[in-house]
């Protein structure tokens, strides 16, 4: 009697089976091939969704696969802990952030578990554990003995009811995202890493990695931002100094008319005459309350203030009026641009503002440009006029002349900038990992002696919402002794940025338990690089060259082989429902628990893969998600309605197999052979599942009395269930051993297709009359082409449409078609 298939009973089995079995472990193994499979580490929000459901499905897919095609896999789950939406939650909900970290921890743990996922739960870690962080700790200290971490005075976001720095991403229209207060630019010591230093290499490898989307290199590379340029020095009117500047814009210097710093320029207020102060000050602190990020939209009105001072254009001895202009910002070049209103948009429309001097120095082919009538800048190449000897050169020349030029004056040097500036990482946040440094009046900055490590994040703190950061309300905390000289000091009460602890979990997952050290060199280069990682394409920048810079770095001080972190990369689609992506605040998500409770885990897979390949957005509908449970249950009931062949099955004769069973076995290998080349090539997941349905299809109506039958039927069972495997592990699980196999699943090889068995024994060919569809033959696979032209030529159809008519040529296309040419 048939056993109705009832997801929660197989799951719940098998899910038990895998933990205690430890099916997963996986242990440093030189007789297979190693494959890191890695997704991006969840921050543990609470619950999972179904953008968890499909990203840890995709990873669990090729896991599975690459297990069954014999290698030796890792694939790790851990969890991004710190950070401020706990520190939200504790404000909220009374609580303490550890307290709320672990029990989402927990909670959702369960969840995935719940979901059959592949993982070797021995590994797990958590980035806010004591364990975790101390190393971090002490990488900190090594990367401060290199000069790679270190401490200056930067502007940066600041709320001033919250009392913390925000990321650029929290202000929200001015405003902070949490509390709404208008968000200042302060000053403040901060501590950075030296990333600057990796630029180059950063860059070059983006060239290195041909397993990364295109799309991410491209974003990276314009990140990093490498341009060639000069650095040009405008000498200040009655002064010995000058302000430098960078450009990629040489050839426009001589069309320089005016300066524009930064407002947050260090010379902004040296260089305001006494009669313009007080509106330089007033436009400083103007801008102190506006979002960087605004100011440097093309959309965004340019405002600035004059200074009062003056400097000289080095070339044309142009007196330039100093302004500050909210589009500059420091964070770029020099913090001071060379402003060229007919060069330059930004700088045009500044000019045209506060009506200063327009200088056409390139000219359009053919054309002369009357700056009185520009309505925008000119900014493409052209014909260089109005600047001396370089007057009639193109302007792409003339770059490398002027640069060469202004080096032999005296007045600027060729360089080259980049983009990229060294990263932030001080947070005035409790929830994050101290940074092991102390405050000594007689010694200054100390970092925390190793054996002193780690500096543990205090539990007994109390949290309102406001006053900053606890830990710089903790007297126990804060008062330590100098390990130095030994007087009263006080320790550094800003934690690090998440972003660290993300920038080298994959590493730790080699050897999460090692505790002489921060990592085990063998463990680390027996894994290393994670040979595919999976993630969201917001994480395109920084979390990916983070990752990158710390691979480096960790490289560079002995840790490790490995010049890049990951070898493949995989930027899979949102989940879309109703037009938008799910969210709670559109009210379009779906509970991942719901959907196990009615349909299962392997359903909520199985459309989840389906649905659309792993790289687009997958738009939800809950008829395919019906679909799905139906084929799951088409599965268990063919294999239960022929388990009595299988159970009469003998050996298989290839040679004693009828035309309908070689047809039969066929089709079983064509599928083997097209999801094979869909999981390994391509993780087309959405194909691959199409083909066995296909597959199916061919199966469930085939019965036939012959002697080959059952056997062939019993290998065409199989070979469904092993091709399901990756996707739907726990039906297939079952389904495998009511076959009467005693092995796991996950123990047992890929199938392999028979290169023979799929060789077509006839040929469908079209015929055409004149380039038109007009009948379709069959024929044997090993029929010439002249039997063909002759058999279409035959046909009853064709010959009725031909008759009377004069045959001008006969094509024929092997394996394909056959157009017949009449006139």
Not at 245 to 253: A, E, I, M
Request: glycine share 6%; with cysteine.
């Amino acid at each position: 009697m048939e056993q109705k298939y009832t997801p929660k009973d197989v799951e719940q089995k098998w899910q038990s089976v895998w933990e205690n079995d430890k099916t997963f472990k996986a242990a440093l193994c030189t007789d297979k091939p190693k494959y890191y499979l890695l997704e991006m580490f969840p921050y543990p929000s609470g619950r999972i969704h179904m953008g968890h459901v499909r990203n840890y499905s995709i990873g669990d897919v090729i896991g599975r696969f690459k297990r069954m095609r014999g290698f030796n896999v890792m694939h790790p789950m851990g969890w991004d802990a710190f950070g401020m939406p706990a520190e939200n939650a504790a404000i909220q909900n009374k609580s303490h952030p550890a307290t709320w970290t672990f029990e989402n921890i927990a909670y959702m743990r369960n969840q995935i578990k719940k979901m059959g996922f592949s993982y070797d739960w021995d590994r797990e870690l958590a980035t806010c554990d004591v364990d975790y962080y101390r190393w971090e700790q002490k990488l900190f200290l090594e990367m401060f003995a290199k000069g790679l971490a270190y401490k200056k005075t930067s502007f940066v976001n600041w709320c001033p009811k919250c009392e913390t720095v925000l990321a650029n991403e929290q202000v929200e229209d001015g405003g902070c995202w949490r509390c709404d207060s208008t968000v200042n630019q302060k000053e403040l010591d901060q501590w950075f890493f030296r990333i600057t230093d990796y630029a180059e290499e950063l860059l070059e490898n983006t060239f290195k990695l041909p397993g990364w989307p295109e799309r991410v290199l491209v974003m990276q590379r314009n990140w990093i931002g490498k341009s060639y340029g000069c650095e040009i020095d405008f000498p200040v009117e009655n002064s010995a100094d000058s302000i430098r500047v960078f450009t990629t814009r040489q050839d426009t210097v001589f069309g320089a008319t005016f300066m524009s710093l930064a407002p947050e320029h260090p010379r902004a207020l040296e260089l305001t005459t006494p009669d313009r102060l007080e509106a330089v000050v007033a436009f400083v602190d103007k801008i102190k309350k506006t979002d960087r990020i605004r100011r440097t939209a093309d959309d965004f009105e340019k405002e600035g203030v004059f200074t009062g001072s003056y400097c000289s254009n080095p070339l044309t001895g142009a007196r330039m009026p100093i302004f500050l202009a909210n589009f500059v910002l420091m964070d770029y070049g020099t913090g001071a641009v060379m402003a060229v209103p007919t060069h330059d948009q930004r700088d045009f429309e500044f000019a045209k503002k506060y009506d200063l001097p327009l200088k056409v120095v390139i000219q359009p082919a053919g054309e002369t440009l009357d700056p009185g009538s520009m309505v925008e800048a000119y900014t493409e190449a052209g014909i260089m006029v109005h600047s001396g000897q370089f007057d009639g050169m193109q302007s792409v020349d003339a770059k490398a002349e002027i640069a060469d030029f202004l080096q032999s004056q005296g007045h600027g040097t060729k360089t080259v900038n980049f983009r990229l500036r060294d990263w932030g990482i001080s947070r005035q946040r409790y929830w994050g990992n101290p940074i092991p440094v102390i405050y000594c009046h007689s010694c200054g900055v100390v970092p925390v002696p190793e054996k002193d490590l780690p500096v543990v994040l205090p539990k007994d703190v109390a949290f309102s919402g406001e006053g900053g950061s606890p830990l710089a309300q903790m007297e126990s905390f804060i008062h330590c002794t100098c390990p130095v000289c030994g007087k009263a000091a006080r320790r550094e009460t800003d934690t690090m940025d998440t972003f660290v602890q993300s920038s080298w979990y994959f590493l730790r997952y080699c050897c999460p338990d090692f505790k002489d050290g921060i990592l085990d060199r063998t463990a680390v280069d027996h894994w290393m690089s994670v040979d595919q990682y999976i993630g969201g394409i917001e994480h395109a920048v920084l979390h990916l060259l983070y990752a990158r810079f710390f691979t480096k770095v960790m490289r560079d001080l002995g840790y490790i082989s490995a010049d890049e972190p990951f070898i493949n990369l995989l930027t899979q689609g949102m989940v879309i429902k109703d037009g938008a992506k799910m969210s709670k605040s559109k009210g379009n998500v779906v509970d991942p628990d719901a959907l196990i409770s009615r349909y299962g885990a392997d359903t909520a897979r199985l459309f989840s893969l389906f649905a659309a390949p792993p790289e687009k957005d997958l738009d939800w509908n809950d008829q395919g998600v019906e679909g799905s449970f139906r084929f799951l249950n088409r599965i268990w009931k063919l294999v239960h309605d022929r388990l009595h062949l299988v159970q009469t099955a003998g050996t298989l004769d290839l040679n004693a197999m009828s035309a309908e069973e070689r047809s039969l076995r066929r089709a079983v290998h064509k599928t083997i052979r097209k999801v094979t080349e869909d999981l390994e090539d391509r993780f087309h997941f959405n194909t691959a599942i199409a083909s066995v349905m296909e597959l199916l299809n061919i199966l469930q109506p085939s019965e036939l009395s012959t002697p080959q039958f059952p056997a062939v039927m019993k290998e065409a069972l199989q070979s469904v269930i092993l091709l399901m495997a990756p996707f739907v592990p726990h039906i297939t699980e079952a389904l495998w051993h009511v076959l009467g196999n005693s092995e796991q699943l996950t123990g047992t090889s890929w199938p392999s297709y028979d290169p023979a068995a799929v060789v077509d024994e006839e040929m469908l060919i079209v015929v055409q009359v004149n380039g038109k569809l007009r009948s379709k033959i069959t024929v044997a696979a090993e029929t010439g082409e002249e039997e063909i032209k002759a058999r279409a030529l035959a046909d009853e159809k064709v010959m009725l449409l031909i008759e009377g008519q004069t045959i001008r040529k006969v094509i024929c296309v092997p394996g394909k078609l056959v157009n017949i040419v009449v006139g």
